[in-house]
């Protein structure tokens, strides 16, 4: 519900962290707050339940960010089969330089959006951080070619969580209460 926690690597591994497992399956289930940074692959359901944590990861197996209800996750890599099923709040960012992810998206609540100019600079920042906290040689090779690569991410999103941040920006550019106005948008 908080803190921080890294996952790296022994620095004397002889292994290449971004192709192999490093923390297994249900990690960050029912996370509700913090941060954490993982210099490796995540099992299967990774960030299942999620309701707070911001996330990096380099890789995840089957049903990541399946049932998320908020947070972030940014995917540096990879991800399994059925990503986000089930997801109705929060957003996840994947890195797909060639498409393969998008394919692995369970699309039945979510949308799948080009990262805008602020999600790229948060982005870049988070990815930042996870180089500082982890020695990420994937964030490393990332950050080396970013106006090529953060263009490479896509952003998931879902679809009635998207309506009730628009409901919520609306409402500041109109100067109304936010609770007000999210309610409004929920009843319909």
Request: net charge negative; proline share 4%.
């Amino acid at each position: 519900s908080g803190g921080r926690i890294v996952v790296r690597p022994h620095a004397e591994a002889t292994f290449v962290p971004e192709e192999n497992v490093i923390i297994g399956n249900v990690a960050m289930y029912g996370a509700t707050g913090g941060e954490v940074f993982i210099n490796g692959i995540a099992g299967e359901r990774f960030c299942v339940r999620n309701s707070g944590v911001k996330t990096v990861v380099e890789a995840v197996g089957d049903h990541g960010c399946e049932y998320m209800t908020g947070g972030r996750a940014v995917i540096l890599g990879p991800v399994g089969r059925n990503f986000a099923a089930g997801m109705s709040g929060g957003i996840a960012y994947v890195h797909d330089p060639d498409g393969t992810a998008r394919m692995r998206v369970n699309r039945e609540m979510v949308l799948l959006e080009a990262p805008d100019a602020d999600d790229l600079e948060w982005l870049r920042d988070t990815i930042m951080r996870h180089r500082q906290e982890t020695g990420s040689a994937v964030a490393d090779r990332l950050l080396a070619s970013w106006d090529s690569e953060g263009p490479r991410f896509f952003k998931v999103v879902p679809v009635d969580y998207k309506r009730v941040l628009e409901a919520a920006t609306a409402a500041r550019a109109a100067g109304r209460d936010e609770v007000e106005a999210i309610m409004a948008s929920t009843r319909g």
